[in-house]
């Protein structure tokens, strides 16, 4: 799920403690009581912009974070849609929505630890890569 | 030397992008396996939760029923029970359906209306019987509201236009009963969506022909009641609840132009005059 390895250069200190900070914010939107995804994604993208001229270890990890929220909020809101329609709309309840609400908790708990190791190690100055997320950050976050 | 460079580069691009695809698949892959397999767990079987949302349609049923049964007298003659015992007991066997939970009641009021409650309950005016010409017509009408209620257009109704209120009104109350009420409003007097209805008068054309009953008549009643001037022509909510009854009409018959079953006659003209006396005299 997650890879570590080495970065095109040593990140300083304090270039560290901004990158671990960009995975807090999601976790932190959660503890202050925000569970909606769109939160977390408001939160990630808020720290994403205030940190686009920052240093590329930093912008390289506040933009697997904002993908990371991207992919979760996009789970969640089906989620959350499909929920609206059992309660106001026409759907019943099903085991396939049950079984859907019980893959996105698993995803969604799945990807809240991962963001918790990922920001203690890039604390560390760990380059952690993620599966998926890593690769198209590469792509997309230029040195 | 730039050339190479450049071709090197897109080459890495390249890599890159197909490990970032593979990864995605991958994620993909994981995701939905995990779905498909969690759905293979009967979870609604398991915790018991369409027993629990009988239960409540059952309690709600039972309220908005409570709430006509104080605004409405309801006709109970053992004659008038038996006959439509038989007609309801030869649709379910036909259909699979079991006719003893169906509860079908008929109220003294003019108006011709019929509507299903949650709970498999199927309200009759008496209006509606007087304008019934024959049986079949009444069988049509009833199919139509079992559909109905088999297809659980009612409490997808209620959900729809009173929302979750309708789940907590069965707790009691005061909010409850002011909730009730609507929803006796909302059964008697709304319609449901065009699609509902056409899925209703499908079915019911389905139920009529398993049960070896002439869905024509159900067609003329329609059709009938759409044209009508009589006296009671304002009080028409079972077809002006229902919109396009000609359209409707029209198109059970079209329907029934496939059928070619040979049918059998529900009871004889003496009964069905019997019938109609003893509903009518009931009032």
Request: aromatic letters at 10%; one cysteine or more; hydrophobic letters at 45%.
């Amino acid at each position: 799920m997650i890879q570590t390895g080495g970065f095109a250069y040593k990140p300083m200190e304090h270039e560290n403690e901004r990158a671990s900070n960009s995975y807090l914010m999601s976790l932190i939107a959660i503890m202050v009581g925000l569970p909606l995804p769109i939160i977390n994604l408001i939160a990630t993208l808020g720290f994403y912009l205030g940190n686009r001229k920052s240093s590329y270890f930093v912008r390289w990890h506040c933009t697997q974070a904002l993908l990371s929220q991207l992919a979760v909020l996009m789970i969640n809101s089906m989620g959350f849609a499909w929920t609206m329609s059992i309660i106001f709309g026409d759907k019943t309840l099903s085991n396939h929505y049950i079984a859907y609400m019980l893959s996105i908790i698993i995803f969604n708990l799945t990807e809240f630890i991962v963001t918790m190791i990922t920001s203690v190690k890039v604390r560390k100055g760990i380059h952690v890569q993620w599966w998926f997320f890593g690769p198209l950050t590469n792509l997309i976050c230029r040195k | 030397m730039v050339v190479f460079r450049t071709a090197y580069q897109l080459n890495l691009q390249k890599v890159k992008m197909k490990k970032a695809l593979f990864h995605l698949i991958v994620l993909l892959a994981l995701f939905f396996t995990t779905w498909f397999l969690l759905s293979r767990i009967s979870f609604t079987t398991h915790f018991n939760l369409k027993e629990f949302s009988r239960e409540q349609e059952n309690k709600i049923g039972e309220l908005i029923w409570d709430f006509f049964r104080q605004t409405e007298k309801e006709i109970k003659n053992d004659s008038i029970r038996v006959m439509l015992d038989d007609l309801m007991t030869r649709i379910g066997t036909a259909n699979d359906i079991d006719s003893d939970s169906i509860k079908l009641h008929i109220l003294s009021s003019s108006e011709v209306n019929a509507f299903a409650l949650p709970g498999n309950r199927v309200v009759i005016f008496q209006g509606l019987i007087r304008d019934c010409e024959n049986p079949e017509e009444l069988a049509g009408v009833i199919c139509h509201e079992l559909a109905h209620l088999e297809m659980d257009h009612i409490m997808q109704r209620l959900m729809r236009e009173i929302g979750l209120g309708i789940i907590l009104s069965a707790g009691g109350g005061n909010a409850g009963t002011e909730i009730i009420r609507q929803a006796a409003k909302l059964a008697t007097s709304t319609a449901f969506d065009r699609a509902q209805e056409s899925e209703a008068d499908s079915i019911a054309v389905i139920y009529l022909n398993k049960a070896l009953i002439d869905p024509v008549p159900f067609s003329d009643f329609m059709k009938r009641q759409s044209e009508n001037d009589h006296e009671y022509s304002k009080s028409l909510e079972w077809i002006s609840t229902h919109p396009d009854s000609k359209i409707r009409a029209e198109r059970i018959r079209k329907m029934q132009s496939k059928n070619k079953n040979e049918y059998k006659a529900l009871m004889s003209l003496e009964q069905w005059n019997r019938f109609r006396e003893l509903s009518l005299q009931s009032n």
